[in-house]
């Protein structure tokens, strides 16, 4: 039976009809439309799916849609800025190349938000280990970290609703 649920997403709340096993990542796919979020392995490996709960990178593909009542949630769509400029890490992606085909980087662009956000001066270790769960099969990683380093020397907190 379904149950309905409120959602803060992006700093807008959402209210949907689940079930108990619905995960978050159908749930903003199909039933919220912000479809920025992607379904990769659907399993917990490629980080494709990645979005942040309060804050933290988290794995929407293994994360069930009831247990995030009550948490504030970010898809890639909340990264842009006012006026829907990009922010300071999004234009980093592209400076550096960091984006090929496009498919992986909604996540790598929440889980680089997650790890500046927790240490807003990473060293390329922190980056790499950080990201790690993140797979892409065009750039080669090595632009990916660049662009995270060039985008902690300006503090991404403001893209973040
Ligand atoms: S789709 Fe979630 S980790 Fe691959
Ligand atoms: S840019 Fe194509 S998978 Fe990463």
């Given at each position: 039976?379904?149950?309905?649920?409120?959602?803060?997403?992006?700093?807008?709340?959402?209210?949907?009809?689940?079930?108990?096993?619905?995960?978050?990542?159908?749930?903003?796919?199909?039933?919220?439309?912000?479809?920025?979020?992607?379904?990769?392995c659907g399993d917990g490996?490629?980080?494709?799916?990645?979005?942040?709960?309060?804050?933290k990178t988290e794995l929407?593909?293994?994360?069930?849609?009831?247990?995030?009542?009550?948490?504030k949630i970010t898809t890639?769509?909340?990264?842009?800025?006012?006026?829907?400029?990009?922010?300071?890490?999004?234009?980093?992606?592209?400076?550096?190349?960091?984006?090929?085909?496009?498919?992986?980087?909604?996540?790598?662009?929440?889980?680089?938000?997650?790890?500046?956000?927790?240490?807003?001066?990473?060293?390329?270790?922190?980056?790499?280990?950080?990201?790690?769960?993140?797979?892409?099969?065009?750039?080669?990683?090595?632009?990916?970290?660049?662009?995270?380093?060039?985008?902690?020397?300006?503090?991404?907190?403001?893209?973040?609703?």
């Amino acid at each position: 039976m379904k149950k309905l649920i409120t959602l803060d997403i992006n700093n807008r709340i959402y209210e949907v009809a689940v079930n108990d096993n619905e995960l978050l990542m159908e749930v903003l796919r199909k039933k919220i439309g912000l479809t920025g979020t992607k379904k990769g392995c659907g399993d917990g490996d490629c980080g494709a799916c990645s979005v942040l709960i309060d804050g933290k990178t988290e794995l929407s593909c293994i994360k069930l849609a009831v247990a995030c009542e009550g948490k504030k949630i970010t898809t890639v769509e909340g990264l842009a800025l006012p006026g829907s400029q990009l922010n300071p890490l999004q234009d980093a992606f592209l400076e550096h190349g960091a984006v090929q085909c496009g498919f992986c980087t909604p996540g790598m662009l929440m889980s680089a938000t997650g790890l500046l956000l927790r240490n807003p001066n990473p060293t390329t270790d922190f980056i790499k280990h950080e990201m790690s769960g993140n797979i892409c099969r065009c750039t080669g990683y090595k632009r990916i970290i660049e662009a995270v380093e060039a985008a902690a020397q300006f503090g991404l907190k403001a893209g973040v609703k």
